[in-house]
């Protein structure tokens, strides 16, 4: 088992950027593909990025290619999202996800974070 919690949220004009962060408890963190998701308002959760066991694959969400990245440190147990040329649309709740099956990280991963708010104002 995996627990996940994210920091690094918080508020943002347009244009601007965040780092997210997600640090998972255990020493088997190597053995878990790890995603991004996300939601708003409203809406469903959505997946926003993904990593692969190693860090050597990734993929991202149509609406936040080029502008976000998504990297992991085994070492640290950390998954980042780093965020640049925010946009009010990225508003959501945050969240990250572990899944020692399968990658990509899907919206029915087993382990999840509580999430964390990006809010982009215009």
């Known amino acids: 088992q995996v627990q996940l919690a994210e920091s690094g949220g918080g508020s943002v004009q347009a244009g601007g950027s965040l780092r997210l962060s997600c640090v998972a408890s255990?020493?088997?963190?190597?053995?878990?593909?790890m995603g991004w998701f996300r939601q708003a308002p409203g809406k469903g959760r959505e997946v926003v990025a993904t990593?692969?066991?190693?860090?050597?694959?990734?993929g991202y969400a149509d609406s936040v290619k080029d502008r976000f990245t998504i990297s992991r440190d085994n070492a640290k147990n950390t998954v980042y999202l780093q965020m640049n040329s925010l946009k009010p649309e990225d508003t959501a709740v945050y969240y990250c996800?572990?899944?020692?099956?399968?990658?990509?990280?899907?919206?029915?991963?087993?382990?999840w974070g509580h999430g964390t708010q990006v809010t982009v104002s215009s």
């Open positions: 996800a572990a899944d020692p099956r399968t990658y990509p990280v899907r919206t029915n991963s087993p382990y």
């Open positions: 255990g020493r088997t963190f190597g053995n878990y593909a």
């Open positions: 990593i692969n066991w190693s860090g050597s694959a990734t």
